[in-house]
T-cell receptor, first 118, second 111 residues
Framework: DAGVIQSPRHEVTEMGQEVTLRCKPI?????LFWYRQTMMRGLELLIY????????DSGMPEDRFSAKMPNASFSTLKIQPSEPRDSAVYFC????????????????FGPGTRLTVL | GENVEQHPSTLSVQEGDSAVIKCTYS??????FPWYKQELGKRPQLIID?????GEKKDQRIAVTLNKTAKHFSLHITETQPEDSAVYFC??????????FGRGTSLIVHP
């Protein structure tokens, strides 16, 4: 498996524009997480899904943020409209309660999307 | 919900010294404690984890200890090397196994 895939890797946009971040989890994983990382706030959990269903979105900062998981192999995080304070690295991660290695619930992170909002 | 405190925020050591990072958690129901390492510009990756039925776990130069009574756990790195320089995150998870992360410790190992 290629691991968790995220696109784009870098995104530069202007304030007010819509931004869509994409994630493909590891095949067979039933949990998907979206995180935001900044120097000031560290690694923040925004939302997570189990079997494509959003379970906890209490970390989503405001209504400008939305996330979907239409199927087991794809998720999006959308920011509309974007603001300069949204600039951060956004990570997607996936996990499964158990795996063959026994390290259950290890979260496998994608490479991240570095978002810059001007 | 769970609250994880991590100290120190920055740790600077000389190559060959030991490094210790400490975390405390608030939810007594937490029973899974992973540690992640994030190198500069890279993604976080699991390096070691411990479950509540174990007090200590070792993997070569790294070890983690857990004190459930005091609700704290620590990461120990011995014989540090420059490639150990990274940000380390502790986390705690309960019955849902969804981890709450600490703020991270930036470890700098000077050659």
């Amino acid at each position: 498996d290629a691991g968790v895939i995220q696109s784009p890797r870098h995104e530069v946009t202007e304030m007010g524009q819509e931004v869509t971040l994409r994630c493909k989890p590891i095949s067979g994983h039933d949990y998907l997480f979206w995180y935001r990382q900044t120097m000031m706030r560290g690694l923040e959990l925004l939302i997570y899904f189990n079997n494509n269903v959003p379970i906890d979105d209490s970390g989503m900062p405001e209504d400008r943020f939305s996330a979907k998981m239409p199927n087991a192999s794809f998720s999006t995080l959308k920011i509309q409209p974007s603001e300069p304070r949204d600039s951060a690295v956004y990570f997607c991660a996936s996990s499964s309660l158990t795996d063959r290695a026994g390290s259950y619930n290890e979260q496998f992170f994608g490479p991240g999307t570095r978002l810059t909002v001007l | 919900g769970e609250n994880v405190e991590q100290h120190p925020s920055t740790l600077s050591v000389q190559e060959g010294d030991s490094a210790v990072i400490k975390c405390t958690y608030s939810d007594s129901a937490s029973n899974y404690f992973p540690w992640y390492k994030q190198e500069l510009g890279k993604r976080p990756q699991l390096i070691i984890d411990i479950r509540s039925n174990v007090g200590e776990k070792k993997d070569q130069r790294i070890a983690v200890t857990l004190n459930k009574t005091a609700k704290h756990f620590s990461l120990h790195i011995t014989e540090t090397q420059p490639e150990d320089s990274a940000v380390y995150f502790c986390a705690a998870a309960g019955g849902s196994y969804i981890p709450t992360f600490g703020r991270g410790t930036s470890l700098i190992v000077h050659p």
